[in-house]
């Protein structure tokens, strides 16, 4: 399984579409077939397929913290509170349409798969937006903060929330 260290922070990153292709390796190139697969794990697992492969992984992080990108369904994020023994933060982003849309245009394996932005926000996964801010622990506007800047923010928020458990 392909994983990036969240190299600014030494967590350890992992991508919900590294944990597809690495549960399902002959997927077609492009994110309809990311979604369809993910779609097809959450049947299969009543939404537990990215807590069950968190979960192999908790015993191998020791002190390491964990970044799981992209959760994409509240009942995925549940599933992680409920499975591992973590401690977990759900950060949801948000931004404009426009914006979005010219993310998607950044990211090479949906262009180069022919699939447009319209076409990829009308499937179910993508429609969970304001339950997911529901359940989420921090909600951050991704269009007004550079990357850093959210990084900063979580990582804010996170040491405030560990001062206060303390």
């Not at 933060?89 to 426009?98: G, I, M």
């Not at 998607?104 to 076409?119: K, N, P, V, W």
């Amino acid at each position: 399984m392909a994983h990036e260290m969240f190299l600014l922070f030494g967590a350890l990153h992992v991508s919900t579409s590294s944990l597809i292709s690495s549960i399902r390796p002959t997927l077609l190139p492009g994110r309809v077939s990311l979604q369809q697969a993910g779609n097809s794990l959450d049947e299969e697992t009543n939404f537990r397929w990215i807590a069950d492969e968190v979960s192999k992984l908790e015993r191998e992080l020791s002190d390491r913290s964990l970044v799981v990108d992209a959760v994409r369904k509240p009942e995925q994020v549940l599933a992680l509170r409920e499975q591992t023994t973590l401690n977990i933060t759900h950060v949801h982003l948000v931004a404009s349409y426009d914006h979005l849309v010219h993310r998607h245009r950044l990211r090479s394996r949906d262009i180069d798969a022919g699939q447009e932005y319209d076409t990829i926000v009308k499937d179910a996964s993508e429609s969970y937006q304001s339950e997911l801010a529901d359940v989420s622990d921090l909600k951050l506007d991704a269009e007004v903060a550079s990357p850093s800047q959210l990084a900063a923010k979580v990582l804010s928020f996170l040491n405030g929330a560990a001062t206060e458990t303390a």
